[in-house]
């Protein structure tokens, strides 16, 4: 550190005239008064002239040219890029045409759940009343709106898989929960090509259509004319609602096709499949036409109701010698849960009931509140509590925790079979 000093008194008298001046006529400061970069304690070491040199080299590196100067001008006059992921959804009102949910609650906490297509002349029957669209459209979603009797709805938007559950049906549709595990059992990506046998009701070939995009091509094959009517129908209908509440429009990707599937063997000859799904009775009878046109790895995913169809389409598989092992064979269930504020019968909170057995009373009077303590139901939560029961709700009232009275059980077994190239002898 002396030396240090040393060498700052040294620099400083050397550059100095002795009169006490700086070269330029200011009065010499000292080390501690004034802050130098490392380019000025340089400059200051050299002879005039190149100090002089070095300070115009600065100045020329700190000084953009007029054409940067201009770029950075005209940058931060343009107006924000937009990334492509917020340009997709509409966030604008209901509009007429597309599709609104309109949620109702019930007593035991339930939900009632309606689906409408919004039109100007039509109206919305619920429960508690009327509710005309044209009060709906032009109304942005997540608000709640008053029906004729007085009852209050949530509208909003619905989702793929809630619009799966309500729109009309003929057989018994695949439920959300299981689709999603055949499509991460086939590993569908975006481009593949997928054959379905069993259009149903069109639930498993809406989800396969937005699974694999624009690029890629569903093939839906259907026996009964009823059901592939109404495959169709329910597939338009969520398309044009899609269009009219999103900027970019829902993928023309399906190829409804009424036919035996087992009469299909000319039209699989020039396919070439990623994965197959199968949702009819005897899908044993569509293996054979099918497999030459799934890929070597590829998945076949079998949708059956009883334990019985899957042991009748393994034996089939084991007899015939067909090129599939079975991987796995499983059957999706949801646990729902109920998680909301209790209350005590007689009215009182829990608090106040531990506060009153706190307190030194005989020991059959702490028995009695114990029992009723007890017996806890479940308090009623509808949209209009007000802050102060909010604010008492969560601060007094502990919450009970139990299983719904309604659970998502057994629906169907899932079978993955697997396509591989047997051993040549």
């Given amino acids: 550190m002396r030396a240090w000093r040393g060498l700052q008194r ?28 490392p380019l000025e304690r340089v400059r200051r070491l050299l002879p005039p002239e190149e100090a002089a040199a070095v300070g115009q ?43 609104a949910l309109a949620e109702v609650r019930r007593k035991h906490n339930t939900t009632l759940k309606l689906l409408c297509r919004l039109a100007a002349d039509s109206a919305l029957a619920s429960p508690g009343g009327l509710l005309p669209h044209r009060d709906i459209i032009g109304r942005l979603p997540g608000q709640v709106l008053r029906t004729s009797a007085g009852a209050q709805l949530l509208l909003r938007r619905p989702s793929l898989e809630e619009y799966v559950l309500l729109m009309p049906r003929g057989p018994t549709i695949a439920y959300p929960k299981d689709i999603s595990a055949m499509l991460m059992m086939m590993d569908v990506h975006a481009g593949d090509t997928v054959l379905e046998t069993g ?57 409804f096709i009424l036919k035996d599937i087992s009469t299909a063997a000319a039209d699989m000859k020039s396919v070439t499949l990623d994965a197959i799904v199968l949702d009819m009775l005897n ?21 059956l109701a009883n334990i019985t169809q899957v042991i009748d389409l393994l034996d089939t598989i084991r007899t015939r010698k067909l090129p599939f092992l079975c991987e796995r064979i499983i059957e999706v269930t949801h646990r729902n849960w109920l998680v909301l504020p209790a209350k005590i019968k007689n009215g009182k909170s829990s608090q106040m009931m531990e506060t009153q057995e706190n307190s030194e009373e005989p020991p059959q009077k702490q028995y009695e509140e114990i029992h009723i303590q007890d ?36 629906s169907a077994f899932l079978t993955k079979l697997r396509k591989f190239r047997p051993l040549v002898s």
């Fill in 375 to 410: 017996q806890v139901v479940l308090k009623e939560s509808e949209y209009n509590e007000s802050l102060s029961d909010d604010a008492e709700t969560y601060c007094s009232v502990p919450y009970v925790a139990r299983p719904s009275y309604w659970q998502d059980a057994h």
């Fill in 283 to 303: 899908p044993q009878s569509a293996l054979p036409i099918v497999h030459p046109s799934l890929k070597q790895g590829g998945v076949c995913a079998v949708y």
């Fill in 199 to 255: 259009s149903g009701s069109g639930a498993l070939s809406l989800f396969l259509s937005r699974a694999v995009g624009p690029k890629g091509h569903i093939i839906s094959y259907e026996i009964r004319d009823d059901h592939h009517n109404l495959a169709k129908k329910n597939y338009r209908h969520w398309r044009a609602a899609w269009e009219i509440g999103h900027k970019e429009e829902w993928p023309d990707n399906v190829d």
């Fill in 57 to 99: 080299c600065a100045a020329a590196a700190q000084s953009p040219p007029e054409e940067e100067k201009e770029a950075a001008e005209e940058a931060a006059a343009a107006p924000p890029q937009v990334p492509p992921e917020a340009a997709g959804a509409r966030p604008g009102p209901f509009r007429a045409g597309e599709l």
């Fill in 10 to 37: 040294a620099v400083s008298s050397a550059l100095s005239s002795g009169d006490g001046a700086a070269p330029r006529g200011r009065p010499r400061r000292r080390a501690w008064e004034t802050s130098l970069s």
